[in-house]
C-alpha cells in the first residue's frame, strides 16, 4: 500500500474530527508526502519553535522517536547484530530533532553571542540537504525562526511550516506552510495538535506496516 493510501486513512478522520481544517487540507497532504519522502531518503527532522511550540517541537519528536500508535519493530539488519535481551526493549524510530531541547547550548549562545540566532546557529551545525526543517510560529513572524529558516534555505533544506491563519513573513520561504484558520496564540497552537499528531500517525503507519 502506497502514500496516498496511508494518507488518506489518517487525513480523513482529522477533515472529519476538526472540519475547520479543510481549508489548509492541501498544504497538510503536501506536508505529509514531503515527510515520508523525508525519511525515505535517509533525512532527519529538525524542529524548532518557542514557548508552546518549543513544546510541540518536543512533542512531534517524541512521537516519532518511539511508537506512537502502533508496534514498531527495529530493522532486522540491526537486531540479529543485538543481544535478544535488548531486542524487545527497543522500538523503531524516524529520526527528529527538537532544537529546542539543547539547553545548555542556548544558554551558551545567549551568553556568548545572541539569543536571536541560537537556532540558526544549530540549523547550521546540524542539518544537511537531504535533512528538512519544520518551524512551529502561531504569528509566522518570530525573528529566531526566521533567521533559522534563512540558514535552512542557504543550505537548500526544505522548509516546512505550521503558523496561524496568515502565516506571516515565514510562509513565503517555506517549501509548504500549514496554516490553521486561527489568529489567537491559544487557539492556532489547539489546531497544531491534531495535525501533527495526524502526520504522526500516517508516517508510523507507512513505515511501519
Known sequence: MGILFFMSSHLDLLWQRYPQLQTCRHAIEKMCALLISLFENGGKLLIAGNGGSAADAGHISCELLKNFCKQRPIPAHIAEKLNSAIIPNLEGALPAIPLADFSAFHT????????????????????????????????????????????????????LGLSGASGGIMKRYCTVCVCVPETETFKVQELHLPIYHALCQALESHFFK
Open 108 to 159: 551558551a549562545y545567549a551568553n556568548d553571542r545572541n539569543a536571536e540566532y541560537a537556532f540558526a546557529q544549530l540549523v547550521l551545525a546540524l542539518g544537511n540537504p537531504n535533512d528538512a526543517l519544520l518551524v512551529i510560529s502561531t504569528s509566522g513572524n518570530s525573528k529566531n525562526m526566521l533567521h533559522a529558516i534563512h540558514v535552512a534555505n542557504a543550505k537548500n533544506m526544505p522548509i
